[in-house]
């Protein structure tokens, strides 16, 4: 998966605070991907699925305020 690969590495080599994983509702590859990447507690990822719904802002601002919570990564 280039998604879950890309993610590990830039993790180790580039440190950044979270991670937005976007996919279409019911998507296989998607949920592949959030299988592997929901057991890496170090990485703050939220799991975004489209279903042609607006975006819950609620969803990606509760996901900033903690990502300003938590430490920042050195």
Known sequence: MLAVGSVL????????DG???????????????ESLLRHQRQIPTLFYYD???PLDTRRVDSFAFRLRQA????
């Open 9 to 16: 590495h830039h993790m180790d080599n580039h440190p950044f």
């Open 19 to 33: 991670v937005v994983m976007t996919s279409c509702w019911g998507c296989d590859n998607g949920l592949i991907e």
């Open 51 to 53: 279903d042609a719904m």
């Open 71 to 74: 430490p920042a990564r050195a």
